[in-house]
């Protein structure tokens, strides 16, 4: 077996009551069978099946974390910390607990093992990780241990880390081999596919499309504001989420009101949102990292389409990122701090990023189509 990592992966430690966006709290955690059987066995730990939900559904026994009004674990002390792992020791951990943020995938031969951004301590470790290639031991496309699917997925990491290239000009050149992968018939197709984009020229010629090509400022900015909208509307109203989200989606309508649009406010907003895409390109090596952890760790299917849709996942939640902190400095005329990034970045992995089946099916509503058109990507990436 072939063991691979992200560099950030050993140096993991959970910041506990330290955190600002703890994981214990706004999601639905599932128990498994054996810890409920495990707990259940002891005297002393009898005690934890009470915080324990039980339901069957399809045939499957659903064990879940009992939370309370403010969708907190019940087993969270005052200061954040976990009764069970005060008490017990982490071996009475459920999985799910033991195991986020680790994320392990076993492709062939191949053990890959990350951390899920959607912790803020590793947005941290990855911001101090000053190495631009996060995986270690990592051959790209050029591994033929993995099935073709990965291949393709290595080929955009490799794409997302090449240093000739602004971060949007490699998201841009990503898409479009992605999209140029859905159209092959056969495996010899992709792997062609793989090797013209290779070719030092391709890429250049995207990257002068993406710089050339032109889209009205005002309708990408609308659009990603409506995105906005429509991907905060549950969360925004969520304990965890609702001191980061909830003014910014009330501000998102101030700025576009239902009825009377005012023309000069909106070209005022219009050019500070163009001034400030340009400064947030100082973030771009940052999330050129952050990008390629998750494309790594969540762009895993054996289907060309579905890697697509969690690569637009991934890059929708930089999208998202990069407009709440704008919509911030704009409300609140504060600076964009680091720790911003980390809580925003975190939050927006966890809404979108774990929830792609979500997100696509908010595309194929959207747009009958959860593969987005390249005109409107581009638009968004805007
Ligand atoms: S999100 Fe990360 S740092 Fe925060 S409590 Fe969970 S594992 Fe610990």
Redesign the pocket.
Known sequence: MNTIKTTTYDNFK???S???????KGWSIRADKEIFQKWKAAEDTKYICDHVSYKREDQEEIYCMKLDYSKQCLLLDEK?LCNIVKNHGDEYLCKTCAE??RKKNTINDNIEYSLSG?????IELINKDVDMVNISDFEGDSDDSYPMEYRVRNHVIELMQNKEYSLCEKIWISFSFLNECTLCEYEDDVYDCIDTYKDKETLIDLAAEYRKTKCNRLEAFEEVCQTFYDVTEFYKEEDLYRPYLFELAEYVSEIFPEDEVILDELEIKLFEWNKYTMEFKNYDSLFEKILVSEIFADCVSEDIFCLIESFQAIVLEYIMVRLALFLKKSRYDVQITDADIRDYT?LFIRAIGHNTEGMSEYWEESFDDSILERDYFYMILQ
């Open positions: 959970c910041i506990a330290d955190c600002p966006i703890t994981c214990c954040g986020f943020p959607g912790c803020p301590a590793v975190s």
